[in-house]
Nanobody
C-alpha cells in the first residue's frame, strides 16, 4: 500500500534552514505528482508546494516563494523540501501528499518549529 515517511523536521532559529525528506513506497513514484502541505496548531491544512512527476513543473504558495525549493529523486523515490530563511510562521506539521493538491494519501508528518 501507499507509504509516505517524512523526516528532517526539528527546531530552527528564525533565518535558519531545514531540509525535509519524504520517502515513498507502494506506488509508482516516478509517475506521481507530489505535494507538500503544512498544518499549524489550530489551523487547517495549507498547501505549500508541488512538483510534477519529472520535476519540470514546480509551484509554490506565495508565503514560501523564494525561500522554499521542492525537488525529487525518482531513483530514491524521495521528494524534498529545502527551506531557507525560516520564519516563526513556518512552524507547523509538514506532510507530503501523493497528489497535485492536498487531497491524497499522506504520511504522519514531520514537525518544524521556528523559534529563537
Amino acid at each position: 500500500q501507499v507509504q509516505l515517511v517524512e523526516s528532517g523536521g526539528g527546531l530552527a532559529q528564525p533565518g535558519g534552514s531545514l531540509r525535509l525528506s519524504c520517502a515513498a513506497s507502494g506506488f509508482t513514484f516516478s509517475r506521481s505528482h507530489m505535494t507538500w502541505a503544512r498544518q499549524a496548531p489550530g489551523k487547517g491544512l495549507e498547501w505549500v508546494s508541488r512538483i510534477d512527476p519529472d520535476g519540470s513543473v514546480r509551484h509554490y504558495a506565495d508565503s514560501v516563494k523564494g525561500r522554499f525549493t521542492v525537488s525529487r529523486d525518482n531513483v530514491k523515490n524521495t521528494v524534498y523540501l529545502q527551506m531557507h530563511n525560516l520564519k516563526p510562521e513556518d512552524t507547523a506539521l509538514y506532510y507530503c501528499i501523493r497528489a497535485w493538491g492536498i487531497s491524497g494519501a499522506r504520511g504522519q508528518g514531520t514537525q518544524v518549529t521556528v523559534s529563537s
